[in-house]
């Protein structure tokens, strides 16, 4: 069965190193995101990307860059951790808007403490 | 900034009861979608309704849109236990396929 995978489940780390948390799909989806969970705030998306070499900023990107070099992974990079990127962070991919399918599925998530 | 808002935050009723929660936007949307998640999970995804849609109905749920009001509401009939969870609306625009989440409702069935 296809599926979206994420690791690591939960990540340690400090203060101004850098992070990479990696995103797995076998949807064969065109576009990938990634989104943090914060209590309060819902999800809110920090990039994504509608295809391979393509990536776009979200509304919370500061701090965090991605890459695509082909269509089943997209990695994020936390490049200096910082105590206020502590979250959950989820992947999720949709196969895009052909004959309407945006329906997205999501990953596990990934707990992230910075400390 | 979020493009849907929940309401209610959080929800309690009595198994076999319906519940109701409400969505809305700020912009034209291309969709809507309703997700569920449970604790410690990933989204779920439940059901779609397009713009041009007024009603949906799957299984025991039941989605209606108000474009002119940018609201949606979710219908959960004969609430179960197992419908415990959080539940967020998200929107999608015309040619722009990223979604945006509202901050969701927190519904608990009561045995």
């Known amino acids: 069965d296809a599926e979206i995978t994420q690791s690591p489940r939960h990540k340690i780390t400090e203060t101004g190193r850098q992070v990479t948390l990696a995103c797995h799909q076998t949807w064969n989806h065109n576009n990938m995101f990634w989104y943090r969970q914060d209590l309060g705030h819902g999800l809110r998306l920090i990039h994504y990307s509608y295809g391979v070499q393509d990536t776009n900023k979200g509304e919370v990107s500061d701090g965090y860059s991605v890459s695509r070099s082909n269509t089943e992974d997209l990695p994020l990079t936390l490049e200096s951790a910082a105590s206020s990127q502590t979250s959950v962070y989820f992947c999720?991919?949709?196969?895009?808007?052909?004959?309407?399918?945006?329906?997205?599925?999501f990953g596990q998530g990934t707990r992230l403490t910075v400390v | 900034s979020q493009q849907g808002e929940e309401d209610p935050q959080a929800l309690s009723i009595q198994e076999g009861e319906n519940a109701t929660m409400n969505c809305s936007y700020k912009t034209s949307i291309n969709n809507l979608q309703w997700y569920r998640q449970n604790s410690g999970r990933g989204l779920v995804h439940l059901i779609l309704i397009r713009s041009n849609e007024r009603e949906k109905h799957s299984g025991r749920l039941r989605v209606t849109l108000d474009t002119s009001k940018k609201s949606s509401s979710l219908l959960i009939t004969a609430s179960r236990a197992a419908d415990t969870a959080s539940y967020f609306c998200?929107?999608?625009?015309?040619?722009?396929?990223?979604?945006?989440f509202g901050t969701g409702t927190r519904l608990t069935i009561i045995p």
């Open positions: 999720a991919s949709s196969a895009g808007d052909v004959g309407g399918k945006t329906e997205a599925f």
């Open positions: 998200a929107t999608d625009t015309f040619g722009n396929e990223k979604l945006t």
